[in-house]
């Protein structure tokens, strides 16, 4: 998938923006705070039919106006054309359209346009507690099965139940309770089903990656963890239900799932270094976008890389921009405060590229220059 061209208006500092884009590399330089990821972001907009950031909206317009409008045109490897816009007015519903025909539901609208976003937020993986773990599997899987986004709703919708029975003050209905957890059940086979499928296949190339950036330095490791491994996940969510019933809500089931993140044998949350925890974080996303490239209907995704760079070595640095500036990768925006990375990846690159600048939100773009 090719994203040809671009028209923003009020999104966070971005004021007014209309840009055509190269197939395969585009480059956004700026200083900090300058709006880089903002554009970035806008372009995953157009993916998720949200931001990558926040899931209100109205966070994402620009202050004191009252709309924002996201028009992507696409081109598909088939060589047909596609038009997507999101756009919302301040007090009413977003709309996402697709060829000027509104979605009945947004969640049909995951895994057209294919995506991975890497940003120096996604340490949280590794930092962060097991709900940043999840939305990493979630987000890769929901863009290529549906099925899987149809059981997490469902099941989303059983926890919610089964939680606010399980808060009320006076004895809850024995068989509500055991309707709703008959639902996370099935619902939650399916979910663990999925993602253990996901991670034996994406596990084996997130090291091979690791390694080639590290220059086999060090081992890494993904280990799922999920109460799915208990046993009949039935079993496991109504085995502790007086407990339950004490703290208020589901302790068991699937929406406790984690990934278990190592490094030499050791948890990368402790023992990692900042340069070896970007790395780990790097080539996870990766993994992602060749899993992806590889089951999303042959549909190359849009690579998004923000400010990857940054407390890196010059070594790994160097493997980094061998690896994004082959032939595996399809169109790719990349920003950085400065040209140094940028050019020795227009240097390793035979392909056609794009500059553009980037200054308290309006971005230019440069006239081709030698590198």
């Known amino acids: 998938m090719i994203l040809d061209k671009i028209s923003i208006i009020n999104y966070k ?17 700026g200083n900090n705070g300058e709006g880089k990821t903002n554009l970035l972001d806008a372009i995953y907009y157009l993916s ?25 045109d696409y081109m598909t490897e088939h060589g047909d054309h596609e038009n997507i816009y999101a756009g919302m007015k ?20 995951i895994g057209l346009v294919p995506l991975i976003f890497v940003a120096p937020s996604d340490n949280i993986l590794v930092d ?19 099925v899987y986004i149809d059981a997490m709703n469902r099941y989303n919708k059983a926890l919610q139940q089964r939680n606010a029975l399980l808060k009320m003050e006076e004895e809850p209905d024995a068989t509500l309770l055991d309707l709703w957890e008959h639902e996370m059940a099935e619902q939650g086979e399916t979910i663990y089903q999925k993602r253990e499928e996901f991670l034996s296949r994406l596990v084996p190339v997130f090291q091979e990656i690791y390694s080639h950036i590290s220059n086999s330095k060090e081992i890494v490791s993904l280990r799922y963890v999920s109460h799915g491994q208990r046993g009949t996940l ?44 970007k790395t780990f974080v ?51 925006f990349i ?29 230019t773009e440069r006239r081709t220059e030698n590198v």
């Open 282 to 332: 790097l080539a996870l996303k990766l993994a992602q976008f060749d899993f992806l490239r590889r089951t999303s209907s042959n549909t190359t995704p849009l690579l998004l890389l923000d400010d990857i760079f940054d407390k890196l070595d010059s070594n790994r640095v160097e493997q980094i921009v061998e690896l994004v500036s082959g032939d595996n990768f399809g169109q790719i």
């Open 128 to 146: 962060g507690g097991g709900e940043e773990r999840r939305k990493l599997m979630d987000v890769v899987i929901s863009q290529y099965d549906r």
């Open 13 to 29: 500092n971005i004021q007014a923006a209309n840009l055509s884009f190269s197939p395969k590399i585009n480059c956004f330089i």
């Open 48 to 72: 998720f039919c949200h931001s990558s950031f926040t899931n209100i909206d109205s966070q994402v317009m620009m202050h004191d106006q009252d709309f924002f409008m996201i028009e992507g």
């Open 90 to 109: 301040k007090g009413r519903g977003k709309h996402i359209r697709r060829n000027k025909k509104d979605y009945r539901k947004f969640s049909l609208h």
């Open 234 to 277: 039935l079993d496991v969510i109504q085995r502790d239900r007086l407990k339950d019933r004490a703290v208020g809500y589901s302790l068991h089931g699937i929406h406790r799932d984690d990934l278990e993140m190592l490094i030499d044998g050791y948890p990368m949350k402790k023992e990692g270094s900042q340069g070896q925890t």
């Open 335 to 363: 920003t950085d405060t400065n040209r140094e990375h940028l050019d020795k990846i227009l240097r390793h690159s035979q392909h056609n590229y794009k500059l553009f600048d980037v200054n308290h939100g309006e971005i």
